[in-house]
């Protein structure tokens, strides 16, 4: 495919369509830019009218083995003529990708619960950590996503944004310490010369926010919703140890950060620790809904027959699409290669950043990067007008990314598929770099 897009973009087919969507539709979903998807091939997106983009959207991080990868496409239409969906009654997809996850995984991870989505699997955790010890409090932090349910919103860190504001009350004793958001640090220090001042964090709310009775900590490896924000090393080897001398399980979710995305095939091996629980997600299939929580026979075995359950978890077609993708994955060196075009994603971003006063951060790994958008880098104020702006005109050149993010909205998020190549990642960043310079320029 070569990128092409029409002067009448959005075209007729896609105007009907949003139409269509606008009339019938709840319009709680993210406020994209009007693309309306018809076929989608490797790293590139066709919409209805026949326009063509480059995605660094990964269909929010889910497409890790590019769109439509055929060997996850011929798994999917084998399996769909035989069994599709069995309940929770064996089946040989599912053992099989059980098994698959404990191998590729920790060696105290030693099984592996199917389910359907990363909310799902955040809230089997969280449950599996509060039956097995005993105790009740769920530690998380600020600026968190875990999902969207009720037990995941309340383990999220911003209550006041617009995916949790009016839901309320949220689940009970769930309480929140600070993530290193170091960019805009609460403490008014600088790392590393701060030392991690905000783990101490840990031991403020422990103190006044709970019995002591943490049953567990959940921690993204970044977070993925407040904008792409990566803790220091020294903080993850320091929450691990936090845990080890409260006797609090440590959950990892790596729904966002997992099969390749940050350069290797899981995140928390970029600061060797341990989870006890691991909850999976979005790229662990690159195509149909699937999940899984992978963790310690010790904690798993705590669940007699009926407690845990789903209805479509584990099904023989997602299971064994699930299968196929990290053969792919593995087989195809997909971190790798994420972690090769993330030093020349770093290298054109921090080109842009010199450039570009309203380029405030530039954050990431492998190929999931955050861009912060300010009115100025000295005062660091929000601008996240401007982020929808270039996300706009971006889209228009021919790149597509999703709505900015962020806990101000001002994030924009890079998250190319991981099989794209140096000559579509040089091509990515000269659409944005146009698309930054028509936005500033313009304005």
């Not at 709310?205 to 943490?214: A, M, P």
Request: with cysteine; hydrophobic share 40%; net charge negative.
């Amino acid at each position: 495919m070569d990128i092409h897009v029409s002067q009448d973009f959005p075209g007729p087919k896609a105007q009907a369509i949003l139409a269509q969507a606008h009339r019938y539709e709840p319009h709680s979903m993210s406020e994209q830019v009007p693309v309306v998807w018809k076929k989608a091939d490797g790293v590139y997106v066709e919409d209805v009218d026949g326009n063509v983009f480059l995605d660094f959207t990964s269909g929010v991080l889910v497409v890790n083995a590019g769109h439509s990868h055929p060997r996850i496409v011929e798994a999917i239409r084998d399996q769909s003529s035989q069994v599709i969906n069995c309940y929770d009654f064996a089946n040989e997809y599912r053992s099989s990708l059980a098994k698959k996850l404990v191998e590729i995984t920790p060696a105290n991870l030693d099984k592996a619960f199917l389910l359907s989505t990363g909310g799902e699997a955040t809230e089997a955790a969280m449950k599996m950590a509060r039956r097995y010890t005993g105790k009740q409090t769920i530690l998380s932090f600020t600026g968190a996503f875990h999902g969207r349910t009720y037990g995941a919103m309340s383990a999220g860190g911003k209550h006041s944004g617009a995916s949790t504001k009016g839901f309320g009350p949220f689940l009970p004793m769930v309480s929140h310490a600070y993530f290193p958001y170091c960019y805009r640090c609460l403490f008014g220090k600088e790392y590393p010369g701060c030392r991690c001042a905000c783990l101490q964090s840990l031991d403020m709310v422990l103190e006044t926010q709970t019995e002591g009775n943490v049953a567990c900590v959940i921690t993204e490896t970044y977070q993925g919703g407040a904008g792409s924000i990566l803790p220091p090393r020294e903080w993850m080897l320091g929450l691990e140890a936090w845990c080890k001398d409260h006797d609090a399980l440590l959950i990892i979710d790596e729904v966002q950060a997992s099969f390749g995305r940050t350069g290797k095939l899981f995140g928390f091996e970029h600061h060797g620790i341990q989870p006890h629980l691991l909850c999976l997600g979005k790229g662990i299939s690159s195509s149909v809904p699937l999940s899984a929580v992978v963790g310690e026979s010790r904690i798993m075995d705590c669940l007699e027959p009926g407690t845990l359950s789903s209805t479509h978890g584990g099904n023989p077609l997602c299971a064994r699409a699930g299968l196929a993708n990290i053969d792919v994955i593995l087989e195809e060196k997909l971190p790798q290669n994420a972690a090769s075009m993330g030093e020349i994603l770093a290298s054109g971003f921090q080109s842009m950043k010199n450039e570009l006063e309203i380029l405030g951060d530039v954050r990431g790994q492998g190929l999931v990067w955050g861009l912060e958008i300010v009115k100025d880098k000295t005062s660091k104020e929000p601008n996240p007008g401007a982020a929808k702006s270039v996300v706009h005109a971006a889209c228009r050149k021919g790149l597509l990314m999703i709505a900015p993010i962020g806990m101000y909205g001002n994030v924009l998020r890079i998250a190319p598929p991981l099989v794209i190549d140096r000559e579509r990642i040089e091509q990515g960043l000269d659409l944005l770099r146009d698309a930054f310079r028509s936005v500033v320029y313009t304005d």
